[in-house]
């Protein structure tokens, strides 16, 4: 007998046929996102300190968590309970019911979250229930509306992988967001002389600021995304990136940590040290963690005109490719033009790329990726 959880996960992973509506496949699946969900968030509530995120210290003062919370939970237990009496699904129904107890028991009415005061090292278990929540609700039905592949699944092969990529760099946004902030800190620093240009630039009109942080950390992402793949240290790293063979919003979460903070760190400096006003700041956060996971999404369109304009699916797909034609190009994230002045772009018209990946021997899982470069190097 396999244990417990390769039978859940079997579960999760049912064929499309034995999942249709009606046998409890979807109840069981809402009932266990939703169970998690309201879990996560009342462990949140209970130890706001350790687990919450001062950034949505505004929502816990709303008022509204609190009964969004309950309400989770409630539904968490019926659709367990529809699921159970459909019959197929018993481990995810039963793992369902076993969420909500433990949510419910917990419960809402525990310490209040502000969290005010000084703080030590925190995890965004919020963050990450609300950013999976709001991709997820996004991105998976314009996968099921719009598929580039037809026949991929919301379970495709290694989603748990990219779902720790996803569930890591959410928990750890503290360090993250230390790390990005690093090399602009040092800057801000030891550069008053600048307070002239600063004052200018924050007070251009807020659309012009947005879109200036675009293109200048468009333009230091795209060089620095080229060196990641001509020099074989990095790309050793990126590889990681690049070895995921099914393209969907949740695979461009796959990215090895250094990597992460060498080119947040970097883009960033722009954006934290030419003045932009916070506000402008706060759309651009918005808009790259919406426009990276676009990018990534499996969502087709053969004619897509504005590719040569705005980054698209059909477009980032084709730096992902491990067809010949595509070796080393589309390397921006945001404006295709980049590539176009610096001789990179491949936009064939109306096709996509046969298939995604690398030739390197990139391991599956977190942690062997986490090691696979630093081993390499090791080796050397
Ligand atoms: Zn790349
Ligand atoms: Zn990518």
Redesign the pocket.
Known sequence: MTARPDRLLAELEAPRALRRFGSGWYAGLFAFLLGIAGLGLVLSLRFPALLSTPELAPVYRSGLLRPAIQAMILASWALAVVSLLLGRYRLLGTSALGLALCASLIGTGAPDSSAAGPRGLFFGVDFFILNMALSGLIFAPLERLWPHIREQRLFRGEWQVDLVYFLLSSMLVQVVAFITFGPSRLLLAHSEALAGVRAAIGSLPLVVQVLAIMLLTDLIQYWLHRAFHRLPFLWRFHAV??S?RAMDWL??SRLHFLEIAVVRGLTTVPMFTLGFAPEAVQIYVAIVYLH?AL??ANIGAERDWWGHWIATPRY?HW??AADAEAVDRNFAIHFPLLDKLFGTFHLPPGRWPSHYGVADPVPVGWWPQFLYPLRRMGRR
Do not use: V
């Open positions: 990136h690049h995921a695979a461009g990276s990018i990534h980032h730096h992902h």
